[in-house]
């Protein structure tokens, strides 16, 4: 593939304020919020074409203002982190400072940058700008924007955020404020509600579930590079799939999710040649806002979400049905209830806030799909693509998040829509999976064709 040159203009970074004065007050993240795996900066990248719009609007200048007036109704992302006793975050609000915006201009049209639209993005650097001292927990800017305008009337808005700050359902709550108001909207329609210390620990606190994502092993390294790679599943691979499940003997509905996350749980395994006795691990986000009774308030933008692992060992779990995989899956996620967020909250107090289970045995997913990031419109309509800029390698700490998995909703060459899965492997393994994964659908289109 040729590679893709072009030169970003960008002016230096600067600060942006809230539009009027905030409280100057100290407030306290949740014992979810703060929890080793979150304190991370990860990047966001969305793709507008404006090219059908005749305006001489300037997106830099909409979306810079419509931060600032955004941050007087989220002020808190215009502080700064510090530790507590415990280790315990807290956001400094000191009405002085802000988040960090970059305005660039780019000599390359949206269609320029990839048709279709796939990360990973191997100009991504251009696109956000690694500005020294931003990717810092403590003391540093919790959100970097950077908006970069294209030639063809097109823009990229690009970004990094402290995960410990919200989880992907919040960010997109305030995207989407950011959105309403530079659309003109005197206030967002969903106005944010901090009340973290509903995901507090109890008193006293007390485990009272089982959670494998917190076991302390002995990491396996992966002591090769990697490399990095987008999987499309569209509707005739999801088809195929389903074709390799006797949804009969699970006796329960399962998601596309739940599937596709078999499948490809399944496949990295059996690339990585583990030892058959050798224990394997999933784990995956679940949004935890609904599980609680009353469910969390509408608003709630802090992060609600459990990490359950699904377990097994590798001889099982390569030898065995779909299936198989499929069911271990359908029970890690229902095992997340209010109970079992009380309990993570208190373990995190218990043992001061431990790093998930780490290795090259272990497999972590999140699905971004269906929280909206596509959605956020500036004024511009919806995005071509927006989501994860990456995998992430390099930005998490722990070995289990470096081979950290994410869907984002895309399209394939052919325009249709479906899940894009953006995995990481060494490249003997990389090519394993890929002659596994084409196995399995290969087996899934005949059955279809014998209908």
Not at 69 to 95: M, Q, S
Request: charged share 20%; hydrophobic share 40%.
């Amino acid at each position: 593939m040729e590679q893709l040159v072009f030169t970003v203009r960008r002016q230096e970074a600067k600060l942006v304020v809230p539009a009027k004065l905030t409280p100057r007050v100290h407030l306290p993240l949740s014992d979810i919020d703060d929890q080793e795996c979150l304190r991370v900066q990860l990047p966001i990248i969305m793709f507008y074409d404006g090219s059908h719009f005749h305006s001489d609007r300037d997106p830099v200048k909409i979306i810079r203002e419509a931060l600032s007036e955004a941050l007087v109704f989220y002020y808190p992302f215009a502080g700064r982190l510090r530790e507590g006793p415990g280790r315990k975050l807290i956001v400094d609000c000191t009405g002085e400072l802000g988040i960090l915006f970059i305005e660039a201009d780019a000599d390359v049209t949206l269609k320029g940058l990839g048709v279709p639209l796939q990360p990973p993005f191997p100009y991504l650097e251009d696109l956000l700008h690694d500005v020294p001292g931003s990717k810092g927990i403590l003391g540093c800017p919790l959100l970097l924007f950077q908006v970069t305008r294209l030639t063809c009337g097109g823009f990229v808005v690009a970004f990094n955020f402290n995960h410990t700050m919200c989880d992907g359902t919040g960010l997109v709550q305030f995207l989407t404020a950011v959105g309403e108001l530079a659309q003109g909207h005197r206030e967002p329609s969903v106005l944010p509600v901090w009340d973290r210390k509903l995901l507090n620990a109890r008193d006293p606190p007390r485990v009272t579930c089982a959670h494998h994502e917190f076991d302390e092993l002995v990491e396996t390294p992966i002591h090769e590079d990697l490399v990095h790679r987008s999987f499309f599943f569209g509707s005739a691979e999801v088809e195929a799939l389903r074709q390799l499940v006797f949804s009969d003997q699970l006796g329960r509905h399962y998601s596309s999710f739940d599937l596709i996350t078999a499948c490809i749980w399944r496949c990295r395994t059996i690339a990585l040649g583990l030892e058959p006795n050798e224990d394997v691990r999933l784990l995956f986000a679940v949004n935890a806002r609904k599980k609680y009774k009353p469910p969390l308030p509408t608003g709630y933008y802090g992060n609600a979400f459990a990490f359950p692992a699904a377990l097994t060992t590798a001889g099982m779990l390569c030898t065995q049905p779909l299936d198989y995989a499929l069911k271990l899956v359908m029970e890690a996620k229902e095992a997340v209830t209010e109970e079992y967020m009380r309990s993570m909250a208190d373990l995190m107090v218990l043992r001061g806030r431990p790093p998930n289970t780490g290795g090259a045995h272990y497999f972590f997913v999140s699905d971004l799909r269906r929280m909206g990031f596509g959605d956020v419109d500036f004024g511009w309509g919806k995005a071509c693509f927006a989501g994860i800029a990456r995998s992430g390698v390099g930005v998490l700490p722990s070995q289990v998040m470096r081979l950290f998995n994410m869907y984002v909703r895309g399209k394939n060459d052919k325009d249709e829509d479906g899940a894009l899965v953006l995995l990481s492997l060494p490249p003997t393994a990389m090519k394993v999976f890929e002659d596994e994964l084409q196995r399995l659908l290969k087996h899934g289109y005949h059955i279809l064709s014998t209908l």
